[in-house]
């Protein structure tokens, strides 16, 4: 199986880098800026399912407030390819908190839509988030 790496570099504007981390990382305020369930186990070892289970995978490394790495994978998956890795850092930047998005392993024939679903389903649903 062929893979991508996807970059990103995205700014939610109002947001202090802890509080972006934890609606990424607490169940409640994942599912509340997506607007679809989410379960999150917040502990290195732990399994998470976000879009009602649309996403699946494990906690690999959790930095507080600053970084966030997994074991990612959605259910058009390639059968039996290897998940993904998802890398997040936060950082206090002027006008909010700066995201980085490091997604390595993306299966080449669905990297296109990932990487706009980035967009789509994360980054704008959490600008919107924070605005309130």
Not at 58 to 80: A, D, F, N, S, Y
Not at 110 to 127: H, Q
């Amino acid at each position: 199986m062929k893979v991508k790496t996807i970059k990103q570099r995205v700014v939610i504007p109002n947001a202090r880098p802890e509080d972006v981390y934890r609606a990424y990382v607490d169940s409640q305020k994942h599912a509340e800026f997506t607007g679809a369930a989410a379960s999150i186990e917040p502990a290195v070892g732990g399994r998470f399912m976000a879009w009602d289970g649309y996403i699946t995978g494990k906690i690999l490394e959790l930095e507080e407030g600053k970084r966030v790495v997994q074991e990612w994978k959605t259910t058009e998956w390639p059968e039996g390819g290897a998940p993904s890795r998802v890398e997040l850092e936060f950082k206090a930047a002027m006008e909010g908190t700066e995201i980085t998005l490091v997604h390595t392993g993306v299966p080449e024939e669905g990297a296109a839509a990932y990487d706009e679903g980035w967009f789509e389903f994360y980054w704008d649903p959490m600008k919107l988030h924070f605005e309130k």
